[in-house]
Structure formats: C-alpha cells, structure tokens
C-alpha cells in the first residue's frame, strides 16, 4: 500500500513557540488515523500544514507524491476546529456557496448527509445548536470526493448525540481503500474503535505510531488507558 503522506524532519514555529520539531511520518492511502494528544502538542499545525494551509519553517511535505500546491489541495478536504460558517446564511445558501468552490462535489452525497444530521435547509445557520453548526461542517467536507479528509477536532464542545452522529457520518461515507481521513481528537474513548492506524504527538513530535491493533496488542489495554501512560 502506496503512502498518500509523507512528511520528513518537519519543524513550525510561531515567533518563540515550537509547534513541530522535527515530525517524520508517513500516512497509507486509504485508512483512518488518529492523531492524537493534548491541546498544545501541534496536532492543528500539523493538519494544516499538511492541507497546505501554513508553511513550514523546515523541512519536507509530500501529498499524493507532490509538494502542496493549488493542484494538490484541491485533492484534500480540510475541517478546521473553529467554526467560520456565515451566520446570516440559510443551510442551503452555506451548502451552495461552499459546493461552488469544488469540482469534486457530490450533490447526491449531501442530501444523504443532510438527512442522517436531521438538517434542514432553510434554517439560518446563527440560529441552530453548536451541534448542528458541526454537523453541518462535516458535510461540507464529506460531500466532497477527496483523497484526502482532514478533521481537526470534530467533536471538541459537541453534545453527546450529535458526537455520535458524526461519528456515525465518518464511518458511513468513508470510502475504504481509496480514501484517507486524518482525525485529530483528545476524546479517544469515543473514536478509538474506528481508527485503522494511530498516531500520538507529544511536544511537536511523534511518540509513538502503529497500527490500533498492534498498540492494543502490544500494550494490553485500550487506546484511553495507553493515552495516560504517554501523557502521565
């Protein structure tokens, strides 16, 4: 299996604060990985460095076999934490302004999301729950046909209903084999079961990285109990 990720001696750093230092990864085409750690340990500048989003202070990214670049993030589909949806737009108006941006999107696909996420379309988007304004944000990025998906910290602040929702919508339309979603969290006892590979950061680097099931084989025990033994 052909690597869709590679990423070699990576560092990023923001005036005095080092978000990366030093991360060497490489990514398979076609499972879901968690990337894991605390608040602060550079998962977000990770995820958008490899979106091509922000540019490194050193060293290389390869996606698809190619530096990012307009071509090669038109391949990635990138949900950020923080919520930038235009409040004064109905769900409709939101979906068909986003829709236009991207050859790669799949109408059919969105009216199956709006459906399972109990959205409607012509509510304001100012005007529906924090949960729902996060349904919503995964469906424009799973309506897209990329790669590459990258969620950054969907289920931070989200109700419990509407966590399982999206958890439900990623297994759902995650294209296995062809597709490749990087999921950051801190709430692992939530998604742990839908990871294929895991990745800890810790500090601005890996700490550790394998498959799910050779890290619950080899350390006996869930991904929660082994996330305390590398944070604690």
Known sequence: MDNIVEINN????????????GVDLQIQRGVIVGLL??????KSSLLKIIGGLVHPTAGKVMINGEKPSVRAKAKVAYLPEIDCLYSWMTVKEIIGFVSAFYDDWEQERAQELLKLMGLELQQKVGNISKGKRALLKLLLVLSRK??????????????????????QAIVGEYRAGEQTIILSTHQVGETESIFDEVVFLHNGKVALKDSAENLRAQNNCSMNDLWERVYN
């Open 146 to 167: 990329a790669s590459l998906v990258l969620l950054d910290e969907p289920l931070s602040g989200i109700d419990p209903p509407s966590r399982a929702k999206i958890i």
């Open 10 to 21: 990576l560092h990023k750093r923001y005036f005095l604060t080092k978000a990366l230092n």
């Open 37 to 42: 750690g605390p608040n602060g340990s550079g």
